[in-house]
Nanobody, 129 residues
């Protein structure tokens, strides 16, 4: 069974940077990976996703130009580089995955949707001075 473990959260000042990592284990299948976040009192929001290969990425409008997602399939790791952080980026960040099949559209293109059905435990990101 696929397991996802996030790391890299913490406290950062506005305009600062953080790098989150998601490490997958327990499965030899292929997965598209996404990052979600949830702020206190707000609904969960899809932030970014990345497909298998050829790699495509997608970003929520609120983070475009500031966040960058990448993956290293040799290490089963997906990273989320977050720059120019704002207080509204505060929340628990979750790594999520959905199985994809070779040759299908989902293998090549990821979408920001609720189709992701494997979840990590989350890591807290707090942007505050």
């Amino acid at each position: 069974q696929l397991q996802l473990v996030e790391s890299g959260g913490g406290l950062v000042q506005p305009a600062g940077s953080l790098r989150l990592s998601c490490t997958a284990s327990g499965s030899e299948d292929y997965y598209a990976i996404a990052w979600f976040r949830q702020a206190p009192g707000k609904e969960r929001e899809a932030v970014s996703c990345i497909s298998m290969t050829p790699i495509s990425t997608n970003y929520a409008d609120s983070v475009k130009g500031r966040f960058a997602i990448s993956r290293d399939n040799t290490k089963n790791t997906v990273n989320l580089q977050m720059n120019s952080l704002k207080p509204e980026d505060t929340g628990v960040y979750y790594c999520a995955a959905v199985r994809v099949l070779v040759g299908t559209l989902r293998y090549r293109l990821c979408v920001l949707s609720e189709e992701y059905n494997h979840w990590g435990q989350g890591t807290q990101v707090t942007v505050s001075s």
